[in-house]
């Protein structure tokens, strides 16, 4: 079984910066797509960013283009989101996910997921 660990997260002030971390442990897996996700308690999980082909094909949603980087480190199995220019609406838990086949960006068919990791923004 695979398993997705999230970190990175925290409490930072509006404009800030974080780097969110999503470490692949378990039985060796060959992802497809890998995808980071949010939620706010009573809102629907949101895509944030995803990766295809180990970076050939990436996706930003419209709300995080030119603030949020996605990258890949295939060696240590980690995917990282790069968080600049944070805003307090971007406060949400912060999922990664993956999945060995195609799948649309905002999928819920994804195979695996993190646990989560909070990012609080203050105003």
């Known amino acids: 079984q695979v398993q997705l660990v999230e970190s990175g997260g925290g409490l930072v002030q509006a404009g800030g910066s974080l780097r969110l971390a999503c470490a692949a442990s378990?039985?060796?897996?060959?992802?497809?797509?890998m995808a980071w996700f949010r939620q706010v308690p009573g809102k629907e999980r949101q895509i944030v960013a995803g990766i295809r082909w180990s970076g050939l094909s990436t996706y930003y949603a419209d709300f995080v283009k030119g603030r949020f980087t996605f990258s890949m480190d295939n060696d240590k199995n980690t995917t990282y989101l790069q968080m600049n220019s944070l805003k307090p609406e971007d406060t949400a838990i912060y999922y990664c996910?993956?999945?060995?086949?195609?799948?649309?960006?905002?999928?819920?068919?994804?195979?695996?997921w993190g646990q989560g990791t909070q990012v609080t923004v203050s105003s």
């Open positions: 378990g039985r060796p897996f060959s992802t497809y797509t």
């Open positions: 996910a993956a999945t060995n086949r195609f799948v649309r960006w905002d999928s819920h068919d994804y195979q695996y």
